[in-house]
């Protein structure tokens, strides 16, 4: 292909898009407005025009990527002919200009997949949430347009680029990791813009609700999985032995799915009660804000993080979008709010729905805890002119007593009943679960377990457990003694028949399994460190390390060196591993591959600190960490079942 | 009245955030205020890589030092690598060069040397205590050490321009 048409063409999509938005942003708020639902089928025309453009310039970038076709600016960027395939694919969000792009992929995606759905139903609300739906869409488009442009066109193409950031070629964890965010992060579009047009419209009915509800869990679910995905890479790359650091990039990932599962809760108050309506509505709202301030903090370089690797200037132009968003919620919420009013008011504390307000609150406290956390820096260099950081002691004092009340809530929540509670009964119920998260904590402590938080959270989590259980087969046990099924068509029964609520237990239960990886990985863990020469061991927890020396190797893409080391467990067996430091031609520092042992109960951790190639000796940093794989090949399984059997559409009710 | 009270409040909140975060631009936030300037420069004793030779950063008392950290395996160092070579024959009468070889094999290095050349002592840190004294955070940085021995600044990114190079330079011969 001649030099110039990827650009060409890619950018004339982007156009196309761009117009497309916002011609459906205009006509589907000013005709919803107007209440002119004739107009419908045009906005709907736009937002597939938006998607089939956006999809079709990200597919345009793509095969300049692969093709390297160095005359497109981002190609000379971020390609180079030496990168493997598919981190030639993965490098369309390795960098700024093309992540943007591929945000108008998915956003495209989005919109499509909705406005398809529901091309036969909701009428009423469909013209106003598409309008506002595009109307983010038109920013987005602009911003691809103008200032985050990948498609300008070199004159003198260089023969070959530098290829992706390193830290993304470094495992192949990147291939998923951003884009199940970006799915997370731009799918909240959707609830924001169910939520806004059912605000512009002054009415939430209940049917318009079934889509909110089901539109939030899908990025939910996204968001999840994109944020363990992002701790596990971290830890099975950066070299400092952990998952979670609390950075700036980190919380902003957090705090939209603290209000997203903030918002799931509070949506069974208002189908049960017709309570909270507002409070449920302004959650939507708030994910949605929420992820575009995540954004910002990731693209604007104005955050110190290890992922703000992409400096740039479209930090004016969103924070322009932020302020105008922020304002129209609060306008929206000040003028329409008082139509979203209460139809019941709510009982006790001690009841279902009073269990899931407390639950809010903690949801509200820790993302505001977090919010104030990650801001700080940059207040007090604003107000104060002082350079501070806000560490991870800040963080665990403030958020992790909320977060075990939270898990105990958890299990309280699913004990009481809607409405009033009776006291014996609650007593019952709660004796057996109770008395599994004492006698947890007894043998945890029995077996030398030490530590407040660590053994509180091992003994709400046995609660939890057995609450949880009880909830998702008490059901299938009640029709093994009546109907007398076997227990597999009970429980396939049960679960089918109230799947949200099956669905919702399980994502419990996967929650349980991350608390328990994340306490016991960070409250047990062993380490140890030292220089070996060849031939010599180190001891870290039961496990003995032996350097078997260096070595050495090259890939098209990087050279490394590497340390070979035995290890050698607490049952005789032995296991090989040889963690790196691989150097890319355009990184200024080596980059860490440190090797993972994993087994079901451990993994042993070792990291290449130094290596001297004169004596032949190497610098290690060891860990041992318990449970800590639970946290991603349970929990993702666990999230992510539970969220599909939740999902799974029910059978259309017929007529009789 | 309530609702007007809600509105203002909401929005004045909303102001200030803006005003935080728009007032962050220009600002660099890895920036780490640099400690060890205006200190006397930490001195060293390492090996010549091309003959063996002892080198301290006392044997230059008395003169302007500029100490370039770098790597074989760092590609921004080796684009560094001719702006060094031009500014060190322009200024190489009043300014003492040194290299520093920073986590790298010598055979590496002293390949990449046979084949492009370099106008001034490379020396070789093998343990990099020297780097750990100077706080090198990663490669290539360069750090500017007066007549008195004091450290003037460093600069923690490659020179792409000779140019940019010699306004630095004027600072320490001044």
Redesign the interface.
Known sequence: MSAGVNSTLGYGLVLLGLACAAFAAITGIVTGMARKESALPWVRGGVYGFAASMIGSNLTMVYALLTHDFSVKYVAQVGSKSTPTIFSIVSLWSALEGSILFWGAIMGAYLFAFAFTYRKEHGRYMQLSLGVMAAIATFFAFLIAGPANPWTQIPFPPLDG?GPNPLLQNHPLMIIHPPMLYLGYVGMTIPFGIAAGALLRGELGDAWMVPLRKWTLVPWIFLSIGIILGGWWAYAVLGWGGYWAWDPVENASFMPWLTATAFMHSTMVLEKKKALKLWTVALALSSFVLTIVGT?MTR??????VH?FTQSDI??TF?VF??VL??FC??LL?FRGHMLVAETQLGTIMSREGSILLNNLVFACITFVVLIGT?F???S???FNK?LTVGEPYFNEMALPFMLVMLFLMGVGPMLPWGVADSKTLRDTAIIPGSAGLVTVIICAAFGYRGFLPLATFGVCAFVTVVTLRELFLPAKQRVDAVKEGWGTAIFVSASRARRRFGGYVVHLGIVIIAVGVAASSSYKVHSTGTLKPGEQLKVGDYSVRFDGLDRGQEPHR?WIGAKVSLVGPGAEEAIATPRMN????????VGSPSVTGRWLRDVYVSLL?Y???SGSASFNMWVFPLVSWIWYLGIVFLALGTLIALFPEPKKVAS | MKRGIAVTVSLVLVAGLIFILGNAFGKDPHEVPFKLAGKPAPNFHIKRLDNDQVVSLSDYAGKPVVLNFWATWCGPCKYEHPVLDAVSKEYGDRVVFLGIVFEDTESNTKSFLRENGWNFPQLFDPKSTVAVDYGVSGVPETYFISRSGIIVKKYPAPFTDPEKFSTELEEILR
């Open positions: 530098p910002f604007s370089g104005v955050f110190n993080s703000s930090g004016p924070l932020i302020a922020l304002v609060v306008l000040a801001l820096p940059i207040i260099e604003g107000l350079k050279e150097f890319y031609e355009r990184s200024t520092d080596p130094a001297d190639t004169v």
